[in-house]
């Protein structure tokens, strides 16, 4: 029986032997593989993320949110369209405009007699001896720009005349009204009558006169002032010509139009009646007070 036991006991131990002798796993090589297992797919080299692990997108006006075709749309959208021709400056366009008083329009009011003198007014124009003048009141007289426009006026008896506004009528003349010369007043009605209602249209009359301009008193190559005058249509511009262009004159409320700091003053001058119709005078000398006539003339309407 001892015998036996003590060959138990030895075999046990040399199996337990064998046992530890025989090849295992290793314990770095179990944490590494842990480590592989909890990893994100996507920092797997090669790996093509998936779905769930693809990172958002860039969130919209961050800089990677701009494709190549987005940042060319981008920029398209905030430049600046393309730079058109230049179009000429005001003072190159016609400008067609007759103020309050505008063709092919009958306007109502009364009219009142004044005596006239030599026929010169407000505008300037000097002695006439044509009295078939009239005043404008001051709201249709406009800071002069009726000065000059001839009007067809009609009374009520059916009498009418052709007159050409010279002067202009202070308030309490009304819109409407017209101030006539005593002598254009007695071709509609007796002067005793004082006051009649009329109509009255501005007309274009056929005369061959041409136009003349003229420089105010103390003109010069510094500051000057230049009137139309004898225009057959309303004159709505003028303009001189200076080294930058043609350059639009400002109107006075005594009908010329000044270059204050002399710009253009003696030079070609542009003139543009309320049609539109422009006339070009070049050669007009810088003689201050002297009419000097031209050799063109507006069309009739």
């Not at 007159?163 to 007043?185: H, K, M, W, Y």
């Not at 061959?208 to 510094?222: E, I, V």
């Amino acid at each position: 029986m001892l015998g036996t036991a003590v060959m138990l006991t030895a075999a046990g131990v040399l199996f337990c032997l064998v046992t530890a002798m025989l090849p295992g796993p290793k314990a770095g090589a179990g944490a590494g593989a842990g480590a592989d297992v909890a990893a994100p797919a996507a920092t797997r080299t090669g790996a093509t993320p998936s779905a769930a692990t693809s990172p958002a997108p860039p969130a919209a006006g961050s800089p990677a949110a701009a494709t190549p075709s987005a940042t060319a749309a981008a920029t398209t959208a905030a430049a600046p369209p393309p730079t058109a021709k230049k179009t000429p400056p005001a003072a190159s366009t016609p400008a067609p405009s007759a103020g309050r008083i505008r063709p092919d329009t009958t306007y109502k009011g009364v009219a009142t007699a004044y005596a006239a003198a030599d026929g010169n007014g407000a505008c300037l124009f000097g002695p006439s001896d044509d009295l078939m003048i009239a005043a404008m009141n001051t709201t249709d007289y406009e800071s002069s720009r009726a000065c000059g426009a001839y009007v067809r006026v009609r009374a009520a008896n059916g009498a009418s005349i052709t007159v050409r506004i010279t002067n202009e009528c202070p308030l309490p003349c009304a819109p409407g009204q017209l101030d006539l010369s005593e002598q254009a007043f007695a071709k509609l009605a007796e002067l005793k009558v004082g006051r009649i209602p009329i109509t009255w249209s501005l007309v274009s009359p056929r005369t061959s006169d041409a136009l003349s301009l003229r420089y105010k008193t103390g003109s010069s190559a510094h500051w000057c002032g230049i009137q139309v005058i004898d225009h057959r249509n309303p004159v709505a511009r003028l303009e001189v010509r200076t080294s930058k262009g043609w350059r639009k004159l400002p109107r006075t409320d005594y009908n010329y139009f000044l270059s204050a700091d002399g710009g253009g003053c003696g030079g070609a001058i542009r003139i543009t009646d309320i049609y539109g119709e422009q006339l070009t005078v070049d050669g007009t000398a810088l003689l201050p007070n002297v009419a000097q006539p031209t050799r063109v003339q507006f069309a009739a309407h």
